[in-house]
């Protein structure tokens, strides 16, 4: 087998973990509403992941565990994803609020950089930024 195969089955695996990871939060509440299963499937569609391992994540004893990127850039961007899936619904509960700090610092972050990461980016999916922050992030 060619080391590129291995490569790709890796990248494979990490896109499985981190579509699992969203797949646990949309389901914290213990149910998966119609605007959340949009956004798995859109995630299913973008990370590869076949129908049979879909069905797979979506069981109860969902078993995989967090894989860090390396990259700071891909940290973030998941962080980000995981966000856009909290979001989905337009309402954070409790048990994803904690989900989402766990997730932050299984990524790497530490818990006090976590948490700040943490609030910005629900200023931002809530709207509540200031107007400069808004201008900053359009010229980016």
């Known amino acids: 087998m060619p080391i ?18 969203l797949a ?12 959340e299963k949009a956004v ?6 973008k990370l590869n992941i076949t129908d ?3 069905k797979e994540v979506m069981k ?7 894989q860090t990127p390396h990259s700071g850039e891909k940290r973030l961007k998941r962080l980000f994803e995981f966000f856009q899936m909290a979001f ?17 610092i299984g990524l790497g972050y530490a818990p006090d950089v976590a948490k700040k990461i943490i609030e910005k980016s629900y200023d931002i999916f809530c709207g509540r930024i200031a107007f400069e922050d808004y201008q900053y992030l359009m010229d980016k």
Request: overall charge negative; glycine content about 4%.
């Open 60 to 66: 109860k004893e969902n078993k995989y565990p967090i």
């Open 24 to 35: 646990t939060l949309a389901s914290v509440d213990g149910v998966i509403n119609a605007e």
């Open 4 to 21: 590129i195969d291995l490569y790709e089955h890796s990248e494979q695996r990490h896109n499985l973990a981190h579509f699992a990871t």
């Open 52 to 54: 049979e391992e879909y």
């Open 88 to 104: 989905a619904d337009q309402v954070i509960e409790a048990g994803q609020e904690r989900l989402i700090e766990r997730y932050a």
């Open 40 to 45: 798995l499937d859109k995630f299913a569609f």
